[in-house]
């Protein structure tokens, strides 16, 4: 058992309590073993014992950890029996100090198995032990120990400061862990505990060499909507577990916000090696996770960023354009960063850099696409398509620039430039062609605008022009993200006389509830199931369920992109009235 231990003071022992203090007081986390080194030489040398030590324990694992041992061991055993000792199969004496709360002394006539430990880590034969708690808050949190080969008793006086000492220590061991807790809140994520964006971009500044993964859960939001977004936040607690426990334990795990984590691995990887690591990323994730009392998946896409694809290219970018590859395909893929995205990336970075002047300077210009009668092949409509010839790009693809739009907050201010060219065109068409009407594309984010209906009427009144002159087009994904929304304005636009096209009809996840809810008016069959027209089966197929639809709901049909008299021939059998593409006439400027 521990020794009683006396009531005492001298002093002698103030000098030597008030320079641990001030040693002490400075201390760090990335320090401590040296400060805690200084210190226990003081005190070796001034209590003429043989080594003093420093241990913290691990309130949480129940483990009492080394750290810092003077003078240190010339040789330490691997694994040092000293290092960790869990309280749970420690000896009789070190079990002890998980809950000591005063002095205690033992001499070599004391517990056989603690001084066959100390043989076994030190090589000494007999000690006598020192051990003062740290103490706080009620809670012993580690121990301050001295030892002396052979025998050794201890003053009152000597105690007492010692007690002081021990608080000392653990006032030190208190502070630098509140230290270490605000430090690990700002270099990482507060759900997650992974280290966060800014963390991980120092890290890639240290070690250039090494690859980078970003991981996208798929529809993540499906789950939040279905049970609430604290069952998504445990998913995403799980998710960063399975990630780190996938890699290796010089690799970083990192939380990017929202549903994207990133992995860094260490060192020189290849791409092959790079999606090994990443299927294993993608199946840790799929595997099933009990929420709520339910199993549930999710999948996962990846994109990787390899140092060497090219020096100049920012990893984590390059990682994220991939990630955004493999969502585009579907999700649950991987795709690594190439030459091609690099290319289609610097031309984004370059057209979101000029846009904004082009749109507002007049370098966009429109050009007409005829849609024409299958019967008698006369032009009844143009569909009004924006065009960027670019001084240094040369033509820039609709889909980049009207992207680029939608991502920067220049969607309705594009919108409204086209909408405004076209009826300004169709104005002045008028005269020679009075039936012509002017399809113009919309926005998904036009389409939920509350006053896109005030800005329709509006271009309308300003070039003379009614509702029945205008069709705008809608893809499905656009009627279906916002239902609510997107029914309002539409049916603003259809009172004003405005006819409704959902465009690509046939690629989206439209219901024929949807269909009859929406005040619709014509369905545009999508280019690739009429390309293959009379050569590919299934194409015919859906192309014939589009025209059955079409015909059940009372909608005009319009077939995009007929390229030959044989698909003009089947759409006109099929009951389609109206189509447009290279067989008629390219789209070209007015």
């Known amino acids: 058992m521990w020794e009683p231990t006396g009531t ?108 066959e430990r100390v043989r076994q880590g030190s090589g000494i034969a007999e000690t006598s032990v020192a051990m003062v708690p740290l103490r706080a808050g009620g809670v012993t949190t580690g121990g301050l120990g001295f030892v002396k080969y052979g025998d050794r008793s201890w003053e009152d006086a000597e105690l007492r400061a010692l007690t002081t000492i021990g608080l000392l220590f653990a006032q030190m061991q208190g502070r630098i862990a509140a230290e270490d807790r605000l430090r690990h809140l700002a270099d990482h994520d507060e759900l997650t505990g992974l280290p966060h964006r800014r963390t991980l971009l120092d890290h890639l500044a240290r070690d250039r060499t090494g690859a980078l993964l970003v991981l996208d859960v798929d529809r993540l939001q499906a789950l939040n909507d279905f049970l609430g977004h604290e069952a998504g936040d445990r998913f995403l607690v799980t998710t960063g577990e399975r990630l780190r426990a996938v890699v290796g334990p010089d690799d970083v795990v990192a939380r990017l916000g929202g549903d994207r984590f990133a992995v860094a691995l260490d060192g020189p990887v290849d791409e092959s090696h790079a999606r090994e690591v990443a299927r294993s990323l993608r199946h840790a994730v799929a595997e099933p996770v009990l929420l709520a009392g339910q199993s549930l998946t999710r999948t996962a896409s990846v994109g990787i960023g390899l140092a060497a694809a090219d020096p100049e290219t920012d990893r984590l970018r390059g990682a994220e354009e991939a990630v955004l590859a493999a969502k585009s395909r579907g999700g649950n893929e991987v795709a690594a960063f190439s030459a091609a995205m690099l290319a289609r990336e610097r031309m984004r970075v370059a057209v979101e850099m000029t846009l904004p002047a082009a749109l507002r300077g007049g370098a966009l210009g429109l050009a007409y696409q005829p849609i024409v009668d299958l019967a008698t092949r006369a032009t009844v409509g143009v569909e009004a398509l924006a065009r960027w010839e670019h001084p240094t790009l040369g033509a820039v693809p609709p889909e980049l620039f009207v992207g680029v739009a939608e991502a920067t907050n220049l969607a309705a201010e594009l919108g409204d430039w086209v909408l405004d060219r076209a009826c300004r065109q169709l104005a002045a068409w008028r ?24 800005r329709v009427r509006a271009a309308l009144v300003r070039h003379g022009l009614s509702g029945r002159d205008l069709v705008l087009e809608v893809t499905e994904h656009a009627v279906v993200s916002d239902d609510a929304a997107a029914l309002r304005t539409l049916r603003r636009l259809r009172a004003e006389g405005v006819a409704i096209a959902i465009d690509d009809f046939g690629t989206g996840y439209s219901s024929l509830a949807q269909l009859k809810a929406f005040p619709v008016t014509v369905l545009k069959i999508d280019r690739r199931f009429v390309r293959d027209l009379g050569t590919d089966a299934d194409d015919l197929a859906i192309v014939r369920s589009i025209a059955g639809l079409a015909e059940s709901f009372g909608l005009d049909l319009v077939a995009e992109g007929v390229e030959s008299e044989r698909a003009a021939a089947i759409l006109a059998d099929l009951g389609c009235r109206h189509a447009q593409g290279h067989l008629f006439a390219p789209a070209r400027p007015a």
């Open 8 to 115: 005492p003071g001298v002093t002698d022992l103030d000098g030597l309590v008030a320079a641990v203090a001030t040693r002490l007081m400075g201390a760090t986390s990335a320090g401590l073993v040296v400060a805690v080194q200084d210190v226990l030489s003081r005190l070796v040398a001034f209590f003429e014992v043989d080594l003093s030590f420093l241990r913290f324990h691990d309130l949480a694992r129940r483990t009492t950890n080394l750290v810092a041992e003077w003078p240190p061991r010339p040789v330490v055993p691997d694994p040092d029996p000293l290092g960790v000792i869990p309280f749970a199969t420690a000896d009789p004496v070190f079990a002890a100090t998980e809950h000591l709360t005063a002095i205690g002394v033992r001499r070599p006539r004391d517990a056989a198995d603690y001084q």
């Open 431 to 454: 005269a020679a062609a009075p039936g012509l009407v002017v399809s113009v594309n919309l926005s998904p984010l036009d389409l939920v605008a509350d006053d896109l209906a005030d």
